[in-house]
C-alpha cells in the first residue's frame, strides 16, 4: 500500500495536457488547449455538440494522437509508452464498442483477457464490474438482445472492470433512464475513490451532479475551468459563454 501510493506520489497530475491541438483537414477540433488534473478528482467535461469534447477524450485514451502537443498519462507520454499507459486507461466511447453476438460474461472475460488481467483475478474483477453497474441478474444474456441502457452500462463495465487508475466516459448516461442515472451519478463517485473520472456532457445538471470540478470547451477551445461549487453560477456562465458565444 505504502508502495503504490509512493509510486503515484511521484506524479503530482494524474493527466497533464500540454499545448493540445487536433486538427482534421481544414477543421481545428481541438485548440492548444491546456490542462493539469489531480489524482482521484472527478471532471465534467462540457460543452454543445461539437465543442470538441469527443476528440478531447480520444486524444486522453490514446484512440486518437494530437496533430501538435504532448499529453501525460500518471507522467508517462501516452504516445511514447502507449502500451504500458492504457493498461492504466478505461475509455467508454460515444458508442458502447460491445460484442453483441456474445453474452455479457463472455464479453467482459474478454476485455480481461485484452487487458491482461490475471486469470486469477478475472472472476472476481468481472464479478465486481456487473454489481457496479447493475448487470449481475443479466450475466447470460446476449448483449444484442438487451436494451440500449443496459448496453450503455455494459460499455461503462468494460471500462471499469480492470481497474483502471483513469477512467474516461464520453457522454455516459446516454440511453439511461432516471432510476439508472441516478446509479450512475453514485457509482462514478465510487469510481473517484481509487480512479481520476473525466467524464463529459452536454447537459449541465447531470455534469453538476457528480463533478468535483468543471471544465467547458466551445469551438474547441477552453472557455472555463473551475471548482463545481454553484450551479446557479454555472448556469448563467454557460448561458454567457456558449449560447450567446465567445467573445
Known amino acids: 500500500m505504502l508502495e503504490s501510493l509512493s509510486k503515484q506520489n511521484e506524479h503530482q497530475f494524474a493527466i497533464e495536457i500540454n499545448n493540445v491541438s487536433r486538427v482534421f483537414a481544414e477543421h481545428i477540433a481541438v485548440c492548444d488547449l491546456n490542462l493539469q488534473i489531480p489524482h482521484n478528482q472527478v471532471i465534467g467535461l462540457l460543452g454543445l455538440n461539437g465543442a470538441g469534447k469527443s476528440t478531447s477524450l480520444q ?3 490514446g484512440t486518437l494522437a494530437p496533430s501538435i502537443g504532448n499529453i501525460k498519462i500518471l507522467g508517462q507520454d501516452i504516445q511514447q509508452h502507449a502500451e504500458k499507459v492504457k493498461k492504466d486507461i478505461g475509455y467508454l466511447p460515444e458508442v458502447p464498442p460491445v460484442y453483441k453476438e456474445q453474452t455479457v460474461d463472455d464479453y467482459l472475460n474478454f476485455i480481461c ?7 486469477s ?4 474483477l468481472v464479478q465486481k464490474a456487473k454489481e457496479q453497474c447493475g448487470l449481475t441478474e443479466i450475466s447470460t444474456r446476449r448483449i444484442g438482445n438487451l436494451s440500449k441502457g443496459y448496453q450503455q452500462r455494459i460499455g461503462i463495465a468494460q471500462a471499469i ?5 483513469i477512467v474516461i ?4 448516461t446516454v440511453g439511461l433512464d432516471p432510476q439508472q442515472l441516478i446509479s450512475m451519478r453514485e457509482m462514478v463517485r465510487g469510481l473517484a475513490q481509487h480512479s481520476t473520472v473525466i467524464f463529459s456532457s452536454h447537459i449541465l445538471s447531470e455534469v453538476c451532479a457528480v463533478a468535483d470540478r468543471i471544465v467547458m470547451l466551445h469551438e474547441g477551445k477552453l472557455v472555463h475551468d473551475g ?7 454555472l448556469e448563467d456562465l454557460f448561458s454567457q459563454i456558449i449560447l450567446k458565444g465567445v467573445s
Do not use: G
Open 121 to 124: 483475478q478475472t472472476s472476481e
Open 161 to 165: 472492470v480492470h481497474q483502471p487508475k
Open 113 to 119: 483477457t485484452l487487458y491482461s488481467v490475471e486469470k
Open 169 to 172: 466516459l464520453d457522454e455516459p
Open 59 to 61: 486524444m486522453l485514451a
Open 227 to 233: 471548482p463545481n461549487d454553484n450551479q446557479k453560477n
